[in-house]
């Protein structure tokens, strides 16, 4: 079965630029996240998503930061513009429907350096 | 105010010796906890995870966790640690509500001289 798959792994941008990465989950996972994770620090939840309904995204910094997941399946995760302070690993995770709350299944991360 | 505190930032053990991991917690319902790892330019993978029943949990790569309700702790350990177990070490606390949202400790990072 084939994991969290997450594009691209490393990208470095100058501030105020934009940056999109990609995240598709395990097949037929319902639920996908969007997590930062800050060097030195847990992850922090950005948005939840139940197919392609947001379930929360109380933590998503909304005036650089958009996420979307159209068909319920893979998703983009944008900022623009960037900030230095966004830098950091930017983890998806799913799980499927149904699962007890926590067992989630990540991918490698994407690792954004701003400049 | 619910949260996760990992107090030790950084550990150092021999290949061979035994490990205990801290973790305690703060929160207000019946908690599901965990323990991920995360290995060095990868995602989280979790190790074991209480729901309830036992309080001693296995896990996958010969770790173990005991929950105690009345120190509110769930420590994760392993007997004897392989060079392969250095990575950072994630505890984390949920609940059974519809939203699954995680708190997170800072983790604790591991590492293993030979």
């Known amino acids: 079965e084939a994991g969290v798959a997450q594009s691209p792994r490393y990208k470095i941008i100058e501030k105020r630029q934009s940056v999109a990465f990609w995240c598709n989950p395990i097949?037929?996972?319902?639920?996908l996240y969007w997590y930062q994770q800050i060097l030195g620090q847990g992850p922090k939840l950005l948005i939840q998503?139940?197919?392609?309904?947001?379930?929360?995204d109380s933590q998503l910094p909304k005036d650089r930061f958009s996420a979307e997941r159209l068909k319920g399946v893979d998703s983009t995760l944008k900022i623009q513009p960037a900030k230095l302070e966004d830098s950091a690993v930017y983890l998806c995770?799913?799980?499927?429907?149904?699962?007890?709350?926590?067992?989630?299944?990540f991918g490698e991360g994407s690792r954004l350096t701003v400049l | 105010a619910q949260s996760v505190t990992q107090p030790d930032i950084h550990i150092t053990v021999s290949e061979g010796a035994s490990l205990e991991l801290r973790c305690n917690y703060s929160?207000?319902?019946?908690?599901?906890l965990f323990w991920y790892v995360q290995s060095p330019g990868q995602g989280l993978q979790l190790l074991l995870k209480?729901?309830?029943?036992d309080t001693l949990v296995q896990g996958i790569k010969g770790f173990e966790a005991e929950f105690k309700r009345s120190q509110s702790s769930f420590n994760l350990r392993k007997p004897s640690v392989h060079w392969s177990d250095a990575a950072e070490y994630f505890c984390?606390?949920?609940?059974?509500?519809?939203?699954?949202?995680?708190?997170w400790g800072l983790g604790t990072s591991l590492a293993v001289n030979p």
């Open positions: 929160y207000g319902a019946t908690p599901y």
């Open positions: 097949s037929g996972h319902a639920t």
């Open positions: 209480y729901f309830s029943g």
């Open positions: 984390a606390v949920g609940n059974a509500g519809n939203n699954r949202k995680l708190i």
């Open positions: 998503f139940q197919n392609n309904g947001v379930v929360d």
């Open positions: 995770a799913s799980t499927p429907q149904g699962a007890l709350t926590g067992e989630l299944f």
